[in-house]
Nanobody
Framework: QVQLVESGGGLVQPGGSLRLSCVAS????????MGWYRQAPGKQRRELVA????????DYAASVKGRFTISRDNALNTVTLQMNNLKPEDTAVYYC?????????????WGRGTQVTVSS
């Protein structure tokens, strides 16, 4: 089993930046893909972006392209999400997900989430 802990959320003004981090522990050999999801109030959890062990990036959400950047450090078992030019619609709880090759996100491990609020 893999345990994930997110950090780095908070309150930021529109146009500002935040950097989220997620550290994985436990059965690290099961982790092939690490990614970020978010869930806004009253909405379903959505995929944002993910990265494989090989360093390949998997883009999902058009709404964050060009503003969010994922990076992964396999040696430290971490994945980070640099978020720039934040908008009020980016307000959500952000979750880290880790899963093995060939598995869906639902079958993987989730962190508890970190709140990001974009407001003036």
């Amino acid at each position: 089993q893999v345990q994930l802990v997110e950090s780095g959320g908070g309150l930021v003004q529109p146009g500002g930046s935040l950097r989220l981090s997620c550290v994985a522990s436990g059965s690290i050999f099961e982790v092939y893909i690490m990614g970020w999801y978010r869930q806004a109030p009253g909405k379903q959890r959505r995929e944002l972006v993910a990265a494989t062990t090989n360093g390949d990036r998997i883009d999902y959400a058009a709404s964050v392209k060009g503003r969010f950047t994922i990076s992964r450090d396999n040696a430290l078992n971490t994945v980070t999400l640099q978020m720039n030019n934040l908008k009020p619609e980016d307000t959500a709880v952000y979750y880290c997900n880790a899963r093995d090759y060939g598995k869906t996100a639902a079958a993987g491990s989730w962190g508890r989430g970190t709140q990001v609020t974009v407001s003036s």
